[in-house]
């Protein structure tokens, strides 16, 4: 990946994501990953590290996904409201973010090389999702181009608002299932066929592909990224989202 290309997926320089990232990975490491960190006793004060296997980082990386879907459903909902309201530089940004870290990287170079082909030779109800999560892979992609057309402009056009709205919803329900069936079904399938000790491998190469697309770890400058996006739409408060008490 370019720098030019990382920097969209940050935001801030190379030179601060690194510093930003050095700090985070003393306390982040895949289980099989051979870092510097295992053989050292953490520091006085500093976290014992984490081991992070390769099916719970799919997962998490699940989970910026899914919080990027969040940014899509409540810009549905605004669209619905106020188009006028809808800021469409974040917009812009969470596409952007989706398409480098989730399609670039999450899609192309882990499930797609990894796991779909091993889950479609081994014997299991998970092999029949395989070509469905493979056209909606096709299907997210050319829904996220269109997003990023149309959020290139600084409000978003008043005959786009129908369908981007109706795009983004479509969007947050097709990839919410993509991801549950990938988690409940598809990984467990996949670590099942694949065995442990090479489990163990596939996790340090995983590593080695993080490093490879974003120079430095991946998940924590996404995390960043996503963190940002959630301010700016003022949605990083996790308790506005505490359901009402249903009526007595
Ligand atoms: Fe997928
Ligand atoms: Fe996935």
């Known amino acids: 990946m370019d720098i030019k290309r990382r920097q969209l997926l940050t935001g801030i320089s190379v030179a601060g994501a690194g510093v930003l990232l050095n700090a985070c990975r003393n306390t982040q490491t895949r289980s099989g990953g051979a870092t ?14 984490i081991e992070v296997t390769a099916p719970e980082d799919l997962m998490r990386e699940h989970g910026i ?52 082909p091993a889950v479609k030779k081994a014997p299991g109800a998970a092999t029949r999702y ?8 096709a299907r997210g992609r050319e829904i996220t181009d269109y997003l990023l057309s149309v959020s290139q402009a600084d409000r978003i056009a008043s005959n786009s608002v129908e369908p981007l ?46 490093h490879e697309q974003f120079g430095d770890d991946g998940f924590e400058a996404a995390l960043k990224r996503m963190e940002e996006i959630e301010e700016s739409l003022g949605l990083s408060n996790l308790d506005m989202f505490t359901a009402p008490a249903p009526p007595k």
């Open 36 to 49: 510097n960190n295992e053989s050292k006793e953490p520091a006085p004060g500093e976290v014992e590290p």
């Open 65 to 116: 996904l899914r919080r990027v879907l969040l940014v899509y459903q409540e810009t549905a909902t605004r669209l619905r409201q106020d188009a006028s309201s809808v800021p469409s530089d974040a917009l812009e940004k969470a596409a952007k973010l989706f398409q480098v870290f989730g399609e670039d990287y999450h899609e192309k170079k882990l499930e797609e090389v990894f796991i779909f």
């Open 130 to 137: 395989v070509d469905v999560l493979l056209a909606q892979h």
């Open 165 to 210: 709205t109706k795009a983004l919803e479509s969007f947050v329900r097709m990839y919410e299932y993509h991801a549950a069936i990938e988690d409940t079904v598809v990984f467990p399938a996949w670590k099942a066929a694949v065995g442990g000790n090479e489990l163990d491998a596939l996790g340090e190469k995983f590593e080695e592909i993080e």
